[in-house]
Nanobody
């Protein structure tokens, strides 16, 4: 599966953005999907991950109540709705697909996908300014 992120950009603090992760080559219904972010010099951080089996989701504490992850009915796109954005949300955001079984929490906490059948996108930049 190939992944392409979009929806990043410049936004003022308190604003909103919706990121999209579009898959090609396969549908995403047998994958856990994760959103991660990374700033220069830092490790990649799991932001939110959604299960491919039961739609359960994991959120990092820093985004709880502000970000929402969801899938569309075509099973080819996963969204990350980001509200009440803060300066600390500035980062490059990536999506990743990891085949089932496994848990969304595990994906988010390890930031590791299957070598054979997992995938990462190229990322989209989110910059929050005051």
């Amino acid at each position: 599966v190939q992944l392409v992120e979009s929806g990043g950009g410049l936004v003022q603090t308190g604003g909103s953005l919706r990121l999209s992760c579009v898959a090609s080559g396969a549908t995403l219904d047998h994958y856990n999907i994760g959103w991660f972010r990374q700033t220069p010099g830092s490790d990649r951080e799991g932001v939110s991950c959604i299960s491919g089996s039961d739609e359960s989701a994991y959120y990092a504490e820093s985004v709880q109540g502000r970000f929402t992850v969801s899938r569309d009915m075509t099973k080819t796109t996963v969204y990350l709705q980001m509200n009440s954005l803060e300066l600390e949300d500035t980062a490059k955001y990536y999506c990743a697909a990891d085949p089932l079984p496994g848990s969304p929490q595990g994906l988010c906490l390890t930031a590791r996908v299957s070598y054979d059948s997992g995938s990462w996108g190229q990322g989209t930049q989110v910059t929050v300014f005051s």
